[in-house]
């Protein structure tokens, strides 16, 4: 199973982007998917996610701004970026905790990341 995460770039303060990420393979599972972020020195951090039970969260700093959302027949999840801010700029990796049956458990899978410039 891999993770194949696409549509970072450069744009303008107030400008938007859409990532996407497909989740690639078979036989397995998903329980839960989400959108990290990272900047150098910084710690890896959540920006939106899907819990379990299907309960969208967001970060406080993305919240009214980014919307998460997901095709489960194509095992793919979207980041909508609205209104983005030079803060905004960071390595977005899209993650799920899934699990493959060959495997027989749950585990932690990552994109490779895509970068997001906002300049001001």
């Known amino acids: 199973v891999q993770l194949q995460a696409s549509g970072g770039g450069s744009v303008q303060t107030g400008e938007s982007l859409k990532l996407s990420c497909v989740v690639a393979g078979n036989n397995f599972k998903i329980a839960t998917m989400g959108w990290y972020r990272q900047t150098p020195g910084n710690q890896r951090e959540l920006v939106a996610g899907?819990?379990?039970?299907?309960?969208?969260h967001y970060a406080e700093s993305v919240k009214g701004r980014f919307t998460i959302s997901r095709d489960v027949a194509r095992n793919t999840l979207y980041l909508q970026m609205d209104s983005l801010k030079p803060e905004d700029t960071a390595v977005y990796y899209c993650?799920?905790?899934?699990?493959?049956?060959?495997?027989?458990?749950?585990?932690?899978?990552w994109g490779q990341g895509t970068l997001v410039t906002v300049s001001s």
């Open positions: 993650s799920s905790r899934l699990l493959e049956y060959s495997r027989g458990n749950f585990a932690d899978y």
């Open positions: 899907f819990e379990s039970g299907n309960k969208e």
